[in-house]
């Protein structure tokens, strides 16, 4: 397996508590992997894990600038998280994980001559892809500003709380910092309470015209996402300039269960670092038949938010649950989330080395 597809060992090089919630983990990344690891900001990495002789994938978005030797993430803790669990229950430096390298295509392509402002909205979790663009774009373009609205509960659960207050120290003009928080009180009423989109659309007036941002970076649940989406789509900007990543996929509405459920048989071949596997599919999701076949197929969530499953569909047709992590263009030139397609043809051919 090609060493972008294969786990590998990582030494926890520390451990840090952010807010009684959510832990900071700094990887280790040694010289012989630094070309396997190396990233683009808004991009994450993947802790592969066996429990119960089942694999489990986590993936995490990047905290760091790009560039950065240590990789470092971010982790929420969730009530019953296998993963997220662990972390909480007794991480410690020194430990050992095996993570996949970086991937992803949430962030910007950065031009080191380019004079943009990036607005990023981002809500709890959200904010650590954001923090890498935001800090990235800061250093690596240096005629180009940021702006950062963050949603939280309160100051104690904004994760990289210190890291965020000390970028806008570090470019106190070229970064305005925007901290929106739900159950704490505000200076000023438009701080206080949740992004929901009347709150949205009364910062954008006031403080982030859309007309003058260039690129736009959204990252949090699915209903914020989705909801400043359709404001920023309303008020005229172009889909193109509209990045999201999502971190779940339960809210996010799916095809409904009659299709997915009108299976038939089907044989499939993939193509795959130049080979091809041809075999029969009963049904189901086509990325279940694709790992018992090629094993080395890449995957992270099984739930159509990451795109690490993204392939082309050469021949046939498929039908997809969830597509959210495509953008409308990709659908219609053929790009398919392999863990959410769904036969609908007798023959299907899925090419995941032309992604
Ligand atoms: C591209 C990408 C980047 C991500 N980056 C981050 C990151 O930077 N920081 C981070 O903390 N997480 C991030 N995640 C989410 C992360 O991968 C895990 O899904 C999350 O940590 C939960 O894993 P777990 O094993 O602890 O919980 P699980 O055992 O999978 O789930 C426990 C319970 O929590 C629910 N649940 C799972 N995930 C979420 C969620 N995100 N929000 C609300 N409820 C949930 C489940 O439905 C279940 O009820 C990212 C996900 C993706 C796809
Ligand atoms: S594995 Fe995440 S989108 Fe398919």
Known sequence: MPPARRPHRLRVAAVRL??????????E???RLRAAFAFRAGQYVTVVREEDGRQVRRSYSICVPEGSEELVVGVRHLPGGRFS?????????????????PAGRFGPSIDPSGSRHHACIAAGSGVTPVLSVAATVLEREPRSRCTIVLGNRRTDTVMFLEELADLKDRHPDRLQLVHVLSREAQPVPLLEGRLDPPRV???????LPPEGVDEWYLCGPFGMVADVRALLRERGVDARRIHRELFHADAVPAASPADAQADEGATVTIVLDGRRTTFPVAGGPLLDA???NRPDA???????VCGSCRCRLL??????????????????AGVVLACQAHPRSERITLDFDAR
């Open 29 to 31: 990344v040694p010289a």
């Open 315 to 332: 021949e046939g047709q498929v039908a997809m649950e969830r597509s959210w992590a495509l953008e409308e263009d990709e659908v219609d």
């Open 85 to 101: 669990g662990y972390v909480a229950d007794g991480l410690r430096a020194g430990d050992e994980l095996d993570v996949l390298p």
């Open 18 to 27: 952010l807010t009684a919630e959510a832990t900071a983990i700094h990887l």
């Open 290 to 292: 694709v790992l018992r």
């Open 298 to 304: 890449p995957y992270a969530c099984r739930g159509g």
């Open 201 to 207: 659309a009364a910062l954008l007036d006031a403080l």
